[in-house]
């Protein structure tokens, strides 16, 4: 979608390794989120950003961590990847409370 | 905690015919509700927004309602094409509980539409 990117869009990683993804938006927009979508689960909120430095958890947030130290950046880590984090990851971003969400295109996350 | 259900799972309708998604959630504190369409390996695509404080909204062939007392909201998807083929997801938008704030996801229905 036009005004937010994600990067990696495909990503291959060894068990145990730390990966981050990133989400650039150009919206300007207060609120980002990370969510992992999954068969049989669906869409699960990370972690998400009301702001900048301001971030907190979502429903999965285990072996994850956020930083937004800008704006425009939202960033995923995954301190030490494990098979079962293998998924596919959407940035979204809001500007307001009564706004509809924009998500990215995702990245395809797969640990051997 | 809140709870979105969709049903059916899956559907399969000949082109040309109208249908009707369901979508009902466990809350009613919600700020809106969002319907999207996700195409296979794609992200989503955003496709009505309909406040809390609305009954419906329309864009073309599609029509979503909403009713907040009860629960409910139905996507009306008017004379079907192959190319409204997709999984369509619904979406509810809590209001704050504890500092938290967050789009609740259904699981989806997948619509097939045989030419």
């Known amino acids: 979608d036009a005004g937010i990117t994600q990067s990696p869009r495909h990503k291959v990683t060894e068990t145990g390794t730390p990966v981050t993804l990133r989400c650039h938006q150009t919206?300007?927009?207060?609120?980002m989120y990370w969510y992992r979508q999954d068969p049989g689960h669906g869409l699960r909120l990370i972690h998400y950003?009301?702001?900048?430095?301001?971030?907190d958890k979502g429903e999965v947030s285990d072996g994850y961590s956020v930083s937004r130290s800008k704006t425009e950046d939202f960033l995923l880590t995954l301190e030490s990847a494990t098979s079962s984090q293998t998924s596919v990851y959407f940035c979204?971003?809001?500007?307001?409370?009564?706004?509809?969400?924009?998500f990215g295109s995702g990245t395809r996350l797969t640990v051997v | 905690k809140q709870e979105v259900t969709q049903i059916p799972a899956a559907l399969s309708v000949p082109e040309g015919e109208n249908l009707v998604l369901n979508c009902s959630f466990t809350d009613s504190a919600i700020y809106n509700l969002q319907w999207f369409r996700q195409d296979p390996g794609k992200g989503l695509t955003s496709l009505l927004l309909i406040q809390s404080s609305q009954r419906e909204q329309t864009s073309g062939r599609l029509n979503a309602s909403l009713d907040k007392s009860s629960g409910r909201s139905t996507l009306y998807i008017a004379a079907s094409q192959p190319g409204d083929s997709a999984t369509y997801l619904c979406?509810?938008?809590?209001?704050?509980?504890?500092?938290?704030?967050?789009?609740?996801f259904g699981k989806g229905t997948k619509l097939t539409v045989n030419p």
């Open positions: 979204a971003i809001t500007g307001t409370n009564s706004g509809g969400y924009t």
């Open positions: 979406a509810v938008r809590e209001l704050p509980s504890g500092g938290s704030e967050k789009l609740v």
């Open positions: 950003s009301y702001g900048v430095k301001d971030t």
């Open positions: 919206e300007n927009h207060r609120y």
